[in-house]
């Protein structure tokens, strides 16, 4: 295992396309969505394609093709736990890349405790070979800021330092998307102990979207996020009532306070669009572009 302490990580990043300092996410049931507001999204933006236990991969293809019809850049997440078997991982990735081409994945291990199949988690994905079978270049990876429900910190750096290593050494470059997380100040923390420990990759920092409290709090359940009174209040002024329509103005302002005159490196955002892609990208672009950010 490299020691964190000699890993340097400075990872070829793909330039993004003029105006997409945000991507964002979305289903495949939700694709409509992204049709409804492609001209408000930052023209070639990557769009992250979630990978429910409730759909099937017919629908992941036909998300990223029409995602590409978009203009935009289709970024399939790739769930190894739900993957039945190296032939299904194949199918979907042959699937993905002659309907959409897209230039990226996202390599999670997923929500269900037990797996579909022989993937327990990405790392067994890595190891599989997924990478030179399909051509795959460039990957993204999840960072948790607040920790993981199930998984200890340290295993998670271990983790981490392990996808770099492996990636770099594949001659993949590789961005880091935060988890879910209402505390700026916590995201903060975490890009310094990673760019501390040498860890230049690109960062994009997740920004729950607007939305009602109580689509956040499920959410938040969901991704076992921490959502005390006083994280909750990190993220807007407001929590009284679950049907109240909230905005993450009290987050950015925080983040931005907190990385203020602090070198850590490259940084975009990542929109969870808990409330809706409309109202989501229409605050990102009247929000998220006060912030400085840098791009490698």
Aim: glycine share 10%.
């Amino acid at each position: 295992m490299t020691s964190m302490h000699n890993l340097q990580v400075q990872s070829q990043q793909p330039q993004p396309a003029p105006g997409s300092f945000y991507s964002l996410e979305i289903t495949g049931k939700g694709i409509a969505q992204i049709e409804e507001s492609k001209n408000e999204i930052p023209p070639g933006a990557p769009v992250n394609i979630a990978f429910l236990g409730n759909e099937d991969h017919r629908q992941r293809i036909a998300a990223a093709r029409r995602i590409r019809e978009c203009g935009l850049e289709p970024v399939p997440i790739i769930s190894a736990r739900r993957l039945g078997s190296e032939q299904d991982l194949d199918n979907l990735l042959a699937g993905l890349i002659g309907e959409a081409g897209p230039t990226r994945f996202v390599l999670v291990g997923g929500d269900p405790v037990t797996p579909a199949g022989p993937y327990a988690d990405s790392l067994s994905l890595l190891e599989n070979g997924v990478l030179q079978r399909h051509g795959i270049r460039h990957v993204g990876i999840v960072g948790y800021p607040e920790g993981h429900p199930k998984i200890d910190a340290d295993a998670l750096w271990r983790a981490l330092r392990w996808k770099l290593a492996f990636l770099k050494n594949a001659g993949c470059s590789v961005e880091i998307t935060t988890q879910l997380c209402f505390d700026a100040d916590a995201i903060t923390r975490w890009i310094a102990e990673l760019r501390s420990e040498g860890i230049h990759t690109l960062v994009r920092i997740g920004v729950p979207g607007p939305a009602n409290i109580g689509t956040l709090l499920r959410y938040a359940k969901q991704f076992g996020v921490v959502t005390s009174d006083e994280h909750l209040r990190k993220y807007s002024h407001s929590f009284t009532a679950l049907h109240q329509h909230v905005t993450p103005d009290r987050f950015l302002a925080q983040l931005a306070h907190s990385m203020r005159g602090r070198n850590l490196g490259s940084t975009l955002y990542h929109l969870y669009p808990f409330g809706g892609i409309p109202s989501g990208v229409r605050w990102m672009n009247r929000h998220v572009s006060h912030i400085g950010t840098t791009i490698a």
